[in-house]
């Protein structure tokens, strides 16, 4: 070949060059060409995630977390049997369950060598635990009321049996709760639980573990920095690390996020979130999803006789005007809504219909009573009898110490105010309110927000038996025929039943008037552009927005069609 080459002329020898060095050239894009055919663009593992958070953790343990702060950290260290996705029920800890042909009992069984995060085998023995441990009344556990009645038994293992009283439609959600490990927590006492340093250095089996937690010279927690864990079953999340700093109020947190010191927010206040979305130019991007929460004024008849006339709680029902209050107080971060079942509801039944503001029918309706209205006085009055002296309509509205709570009732107070009614305004803490206020049901009316999630049964809302505490029929409502149709919803496991059923339950509370339902609230989060796949949907509370987090990714690398897919 050389030998040739040398017989080649100066003119030859430059034409065969240019040749050669396009076969070249050729053959590499071509190999670039075949090797990218073959090649996939996949999440890369790497990142971090600095988020705020308000309020202090102080127990970090899925039975006794009541601060979003707890919960948010609890839903990333701690796995439950299930887990929600995108409104679904679907496997977590467990591979898979079955549920007897009565709906009375539930067998889950376990992934092969699950562990804690400590190293320790999580078994069947750990489920029961913990169940045992939210039943338990010295703990006055939140969910203690969701587990009432159940047992919760092991055949071996790695296999689980629950079994209830009575069948419930809503009962497989509650299997998401995390598990709590049994050698950690059994040699603690009922009286040392909520004190218990494993409630600020939580062990669980979720998809991140605390790395280490900053605090300042007071010893109160500043920062907690979770790692993924590669021993959570489905694989280390691709976010090697989610680092939470702790503000005492949203101001504070707003600040550090304008100043780049965090680079994700959650639950952001309305205003701001409109503020901030008009700022292209910023690292993070808003977004909201619908949360499944029903605000609303409950009414209270047996304490205010003027509200036990159905004309009454109608005409208050008329006077408000629920799309003011949504782009009032939620900037536009909300839909109204005229139901106890929370907008985005999975029921396959039509919202009911949201009435506009009618001032007019509203005082018909009170004159239908007997009601008159006083223009000097601006007041409705009433006479039992001709010589009776007038009696006033008049009530106090009680509602929690927050921006939005306090701004909904101003408005609502306001409304009524301009149809007659005499109305006082209480803001107490929500501590407070729940305490001294909503547990008493010592109130006339009261706007409060209830929880409502996908597959949720309404019969802690609605339901007679459960109006006084624990029981969350803050509205006192008793409705024989609601009574039967929350009975039935459940043991439904029939969608269109179930559909019809709460088609005909919305009816029923429509007609009663027992609330004034206002809006379903958005959830708003603060996400750095960067971060992909963070999907969010609809959530019930704010700690689901982690629900995804394993998928949640900052960049992507290439590799081999056949090494792609490979997370379980």
Known sequence: MLGYLKRFSATEKAVFGVFALAAVVTAIVMAGRVNSYFLTEVPADGGSLHEGLIGLPHTVNPVIAVTDADRDIASL????????????????????????PDGLTYTFELRPGLTFQNGDPLTADDVIFTIDRIKDPALKSPHANDWAGVTATSTSPTTVVLSLKQPSSSFLAQTSLGILPRKIWEAVSDDQFIFSQYNIQPVGAGPYRVSTVDRDQGGIPTDYRLAAWGGYHAGAPHLSEIVFTFFPDSDHALDALAKGSIDSL????????????????????????????????????????????????????????????VDTVLDGYGVPVASPLPAGFDAGTTSAPVPSADLDGARALMAKSGWKYDATTGLLGKKASKKAATTTLAFTLYTA???????????????????????TLSILPASDLYQSVIKPRNYDTVLFGEAVAKGSDLYAFWHSSQRNAPGL????????????????????????????????????????????????????????KSLRDASIGTIASPADRFSTVADWYMSTERVWNIFANTRS
Do not use: C, H
């Open 77 to 100: 260290v701690y796995a439950g049997l299930t887990r929600s996705s995108g409104g679904a029920t679907i496997p977590d800890l467990a591979s898979g369950w079955t549920i007897s």
């Open 473 to 528: 029929n803050i509205a006192l409502y008793t409705n024989s025929k609601a009574d039967k149709t929350l009975d039935d919803l459940r043991t439904a496991t029939s969608t269109t039943v179930m559909d019809a059923d709460y088609a005909k339950l919305q009816s029923m509370i429509a007609a009663d008037d027992p609330a004034i339902f206002l809006y379903s609230p958005q959830f708003i989060y603060a996400l750095p």
């Open 266 to 325: 959650g639950s952001l206040p309305p205003a701001a979130a409109k503020e901030l979305a008009t700022n292209g130019g910023e690292p993070y991007a808003v977004r909201a999803a619908p949360l499944d929460r029903v605000f609303g004024v409950f009414f209270n008849q047996n304490k205010n006789a003027a509200l036990a006339d159905a004309n009454v709680r109608a005409a208050l029902d008329m006077s408000v005007d629920r799309q003011a209050i």
């Open 401 to 423: 110490d927050t921006p939005d709570l306090k701004a909904a009732a101003s408005m609502v107070r306001d409304a009524w105010d301009t149809l007659g009614a005499n109305v």
